[in-house]
Antibody
Framework: QVQLQQSGPGLVKPSQTLSLTCAISGDSVSSNSAAWTWIRQSPSRGLEWLGRTYYRSKWYRDYAVSVKSRITINPDTSKNQFSLQLNSVTPEDTAVYYC??????????WGQGTLVTVSS | QSALTQPASVSGSPGQSITISCTGTSSDVGGYNYVCWYQQHPGKAPKLLIYDVSDRPSGVSNRFSGSKSGNTASLTISGLQAEDEADYYCSSYTSSSTRWVFGGGTKLTVL
């Protein structure tokens, strides 16, 4: 059974960098059949796919256009986890952030979610 | 504003059936059979209910079913139970660079 465990701070100051980690158990970040994704949820924007990383003989990354200039998703094979970094945050980035495994055409499972508030 | 349109709320009595619609465009719902439905209880992460329009992951009750016609997908819940009270979200693959789009969510109330 695949489980995802998120960690990271719940409060980030404006203009700083949001950093979250998602630890994987029951699967491998280097899996050839999955992608590892970050999704956020806020009252104003709803659910929003942010990006993913996946391994198919080499590492790939895809990012949503809305955050492409500010986002980095990296795998960490030594710890079997992946991370999200979102730079230059504003209050609009306040949301619950989820990591999830992307299967062929679905997201399952999801991490427990981390409420990140951008405030000074 | 979410890319896919869902009703804000639906309600039903225990034992009844309800249907939640999810309307998109030919670039997402209508163009691909990659529609998913997720159930979210308050304070919890979304849970996959339906994938590829109408397939259920193992462990999901057969009271949940999905379908699609044109640009509109639907989730039907039969034999409503109190524990079905939750928010339901649809999602679809999209040909845009966004890859995945979501509906705004539907709050189901079991009366």
């Amino acid at each position: 059974q695949v489980q995802l465990q998120q960690s990271g701070p719940g409060l980030v100051k404006p203009s700083q960098t949001l950093s979250l980690t998602c630890a994987i158990s029951g699967d491998s970040v280097s899996s050839n059949s999955a992608a590892w994704t970050w999704i956020r949820q806020s009252p104003s924007r709803g659910l929003e796919w942010l990006g993913r990383t996946y391994y198919r003989s080499k590492w790939y990354r895809d990012y949503a256009v809305s955050v492409k200039s500010r986002i980095t998703i990296n795998p960490d094979t030594s710890k079997n986890q992946f991370s999200l970094q979102l730079n230059s945050v504003t209050p609009e980035d306040t949301a619950v952030y989820y990591c999830a495994r992307e299967g062929r055409n679905w997201f399952d499972p999801w991490g427990q979610g981390t409420l990140v508030t951008v405030s000074s | 504003q979410s890319a896919l349109t869902q009703p804000a709320s639906v309600s039903g009595s225990p034992g009844q059936s309800i249907t939640i619609s999810c309307t998109g465009t030919s670039s997402d719902v209508g163009g691909y059979n990659y529609v998913c439905w997720y159930q979210q209880h308050p304070g919890k992460a979304p849970k996959l209910l339906i994938y590829d329009v109408s397939d259920r992951p193992s462990g999901v009750s057969n009271r949940f079913s999905g379908s699609k016609s044109g640009n509109t997908a639907s989730l039907t819940i039969s034999g409503l139970q109190a524990e079905d009270e939750a928010d339901y979200y649809c999602s679809s693959y999209t040909s845009s660079s966004t890859r995945w789009v979501f509906g705004g969510g539907t709050k189901l109330t079991v009366l």
